[in-house]
Nanobody, 122 residues
Framework: QVQLVESGGGSVQAEGSLRLSCAAS????????MGWYRQAPGKQRELVAD???????NYVDSVKGRFTISRDNAKNTAYLQMNNLKPEDTAVYYC????????????????WGQGTQVTVSS
């Protein structure tokens, strides 16, 4: 069994900072990509940032220069440092991990965290 636990959400004023964490645990052989989506009320879920096993990163244009994604492979944990937050960043943030549970499998499956609320006030 695999579990992804998110932490670090909360409420902050505009231009403030928050750091999200996403820790994967359980029967894990290897993790490929980790990342975050977000969903605001009335809007579609969008990919915010992701990071590959080789630490290559990808960001949605609206967060470039403000958010930084990183990972600690020894801890199976990813981090999303969010600086200069704006009200439009308000959403529920969901982390995910594409992983294999054992060496006998070749397919990566996606697992999701429980979601964490980020609220930015003006």
């Amino acid at each position: 069994q695999v579990q992804l636990v998110e932490s670090g959400g909360g409420s902050v004023q505009a231009e403030g900072s928050l750091r999200l964490s996403c820790a994967a645990s359980g029967s894990i052989f290897v993790i490929n990509v980790m990342g975050w989506y977000r969903q605001a009320p009335g809007k579609q879920r969008e990919l915010v940032a992701d990071i590959g096993g080789d630490s290559t990163t990808n960001y949605v244009d609206s967060v470039k220069g403000r958010f930084t994604i990183s990972r600690d492979n020894a801890k199976n944990t990813a981090y999303l440092q969010m600086n200069n937050l704006k009200p439009e960043d308000t959403a529920v943030y969901y982390c995910y991990a594409d992983l294999r549970r054992d060496s006998g499998r070749t397919t990566f499956y996606r697992y999701w965290g429980q979601g964490t609320q980020v609220t930015v006030s003006s």
